[in-house]
């Protein structure tokens, strides 16, 4: 029965260890062929799995008691805290004792753990971060959001491969449109690095490069995966963020300015509630980080309860769907250097 | 009484002429310390300008017969079409006959036309091209927003200068603070541009460096001018309408839903109205192509009259501001070799 073993960085985020335990439970509730470790200090995490019920059988515990912190340079701790909740749910994945990993802990620290303790695929030279957001048509991934700030080419190329899979084997889209954030639609458009990667996306025959996607056409839904550098992904991801918390703002202004406005604001909140969730990007799960042997989810460091549930069926569907196996049989498709 | 010049590539613009005559004439009757000159076909722009009323006397005409069209290759075009709107305006400011120059034309031709025609002042390496936008506390100013799409951080520390004379003298912003956006507030945070462009800013002493600008407090209003390369920066003006028409259309979405909330946005359509008005970054005239040896204004292809006059008006504001003189004094304090 328990087909996917998935571990938990159980001390990671904002409200851990009790989100994480709240939500692994309500998982192991919703799917009956997962098993879930969860790594963290033995007799806190047993009280607090106590309580579990019948789902009980399906936990186990890594014993860890160290803790990398937000403050914690991400290569130094995860070399030197072996023993942290992080560090030893990714060497669960890499001795095989599970098959994907959730964290809502430090995002450096996560990049430079699944880098540094479980390792790339071959042929991938920089896993990426991958979150999926919302849009107009319906959710889009976007490659890299920060991993890696200074990219090559081929980089790039390999994260279309990535975010294709992911895009296929996790959100279900049957052939994923695969775009290049640039300046232009024109083939002849943007800096250097777009050029190039222009032209080897163009040569590959692993995917579905749908050419250049200007800015303004990012949320508009005709890209199921939107490949950038870290630089740019992690500019588009806050700015995101930022704009979106700006507009509701001056929205609100407006809105308040007159006693009919308002009235008209009350009536509707359903409609601006609504609104909200299908912006709120915590809905697909966490970010996946591809590229490494196994399934990594980085859940927000906010997460509550649900939005561990979430990431942790976002594990087992990667599992599911097999996608470090298909990312590596995608690789011969990328052409000889890439 | 004419203090102020400025030259009219009366020719360039979706609604050109008769959108550029009307602008120009509202912005006679507006200013009387301003002379226009408009660049275009002398008999048809004569027939325009007969029912100006008295600000006609204000009105020169430079005789120009071709045009440079949104198809032309650029570089090719401000070459070849020397008898063009575009090219007659900007040898005008070239020549002393008009201080400024104002172009509704391709975004392209009128850099190729700055850089050719014009000339850049000297020390300034590349002009750039920078539109003011709406932000929750004011207007920030956006810089490059893509004349340059590889850059030197040298480049993007003249950048600083140009936007901060910008917003002093044109925008009345008193001490005018200077971000770098990069994808991180800590020094040590970026891509190799950031971190080394990061270090020259600190360095100079022409203005008020305050740090770096994480994309997501981009809109918040903390920075007064946001350096970037032209790449990034076109990528942040056109997600920034990309996002709010997606954003707009999921909400209206959401609006609809209901009959309740069908009322509640009837209601709430004079504050809706208002927020597009926020919105629209046209108000502030066009984008100012700085590092040039005059004041030229790019205005959107779409403008009608009254965004012509804003245009013209913010050119008007540039000679008076003195700004292509200050951006010159200003050089000074960026360092040897900057």
Same mark, same amino acid.
């Given at each position: 029965?328990e087909?996917y073993?998935?571990?938990?960085?159980a !001390?990671?985020g904002?409200h851990?260890?009790?989100?994480?335990?709240?939500?692994?439970?309500g998982?192991?509730?919703?799917?009956?062929?997962v098993?879930?470790?969860?790594?963290?200090?033995?007799d806190?995490?047993?009280a607090l799995?106590a309580?579990?019920?019948?789902?009980?059988?399906?936990?186990?515990i890594?014993?860890a008691d160290?803790?990398i912190? !937000?403050?914690?340079s991400p290569?130094?701790?995860v070399?030197?805290?072996?023993?942290s909740?992080?560090?030893?749910a990714?060497?669960?994945v890499r001795?095989?004792r599970?098959?994907? !990993?959730v /964290?809502?802990? /430090?995002?450096g620290?996560?990049?430079a753990c699944?880098m540094l303790?479980l390792?790339?695929?071959p042929g991938?030279?920089r896993?990426?971060?991958?979150?999926?957001l919302?849009?107009?048509?319906?959710?889009w991934m976007?490659?890299?959001?920060?991993?890696?700030v200074?990219?090559?080419p081929?980089?790039l190329?390999?994260?279309g491969?990535?975010g294709?899979?992911?895009?296929?084997?996790v959100?279900?889209?049957?052939d994923?449109?695969?775009?290049?954030?640039?300046?232009?639609?024109e083939?002849?458009k943007?800096?250097?690095?777009?050029k190039?990667?222009?032209?080897? !996306?163009?040569?590959?025959?692993s995917y579905r490069?749908c050419g250049?996607c200007?800015?303004r056409e990012?949320p508009s839904?005709?890209?199921?995966v939107?490949v $950038?550098?870290g630089f740019?992904?992690?500019?588009?991801l806050?700015? $995101?963020e930022?704009l979106?918390?700006?507009m509701?703002?001056m929205l609100?202004?407006?809105l308040m300015?007159?006693?009919g406005?308002?009235?008209?604001?009350?009536?509707?909140?359903?409609?601006f509630?609504?609104?909200?969730?299908?912006m709120?990007?915590?809905a697909?799960g966490?970010?996946p980080l591809?590229?490494?042997?196994g399934?990594?989810?980085?859940?927000?460091g906010?997460?509550?309860g649900e939005a561990?549930?979430?990431?942790?069926?976002?594990a087992?569907?990667?599992?599911?769907?097999r996608?470090v196996?298909k990312?590596r049989?995608?690789?011969s498709?990328?052409?000889g250097?890439?």
């Amino acid at each position: 029965m328990e087909k996917y073993v998935i571990a938990l960085d159980a !001390m990671g985020g904002d409200h851990a260890p009790d989100a994480m335990v709240q939500g692994a439970i309500g998982a192991l509730r919703q799917f009956e062929d997962v098993r879930i470790e969860l790594a963290g200090p033995e007799d806190r995490l047993k009280a607090l799995v106590a309580s579990a019920g019948e789902v009980r059988s399906r936990i186990g515990i890594i014993p860890a008691d160290e803790v990398i912190g !937000m403050d914690d340079s991400p290569m130094l701790a995860v070399r030197k805290k072996i023993r942290s909740s992080m560090v030893q749910a990714m060497l669960a994945v890499r001795e095989g004792r599970a098959g994907a !990993m959730v /964290s809502a802990g /430090s995002t450096g620290a996560l990049l430079a753990c699944g880098m540094l303790r479980l390792g790339r695929i071959p042929g991938i030279e920089r896993p990426a971060l991958a979150p999926v957001l919302p849009g107009v048509k319906g959710p889009w991934m976007l490659i890299d959001c920060g991993a890696n700030v200074d990219c090559q080419p081929k980089y790039l190329v390999q994260f279309g491969l990535m975010g294709s899979v992911y895009m296929k084997s996790v959100m279900g889209v049957a052939d994923p449109r695969v775009g290049l954030v640039n300046i232009g639609t024109e083939v002849e458009k943007g800096n250097r690095l777009a050029k190039e990667t222009y032209e080897k !996306m163009r040569a590959q025959t692993s995917y579905r490069f749908c050419g250049n996607c200007e800015a303004r056409e990012i949320p508009s839904g005709d890209f199921d995966v939107v490949v $950038t550098d870290g630089f740019d992904g992690n500019i588009i991801l806050k700015y $995101t963020e930022g704009l979106a918390g700006a507009m509701m703002s001056m929205l609100k202004e407006s809105l308040m300015a007159s006693a009919g406005t308002k009235l008209g604001a009350l009536l509707c909140k359903p409609g601006f509630r609504d609104f909200k969730k299908k912006m709120d990007y915590n809905a697909y799960g966490g970010a996946p980080l591809l590229g490494v042997e196994g399934a990594v989810v980085k859940a927000h460091g906010s997460s509550g309860g649900e939005a561990v549930q979430n990431a942790i069926r976002q594990a087992r569907t990667m599992l599911e769907g097999r996608v470090v196996e298909k990312i590596r049989e995608g690789l011969s498709g990328l052409g000889g250097e890439n």
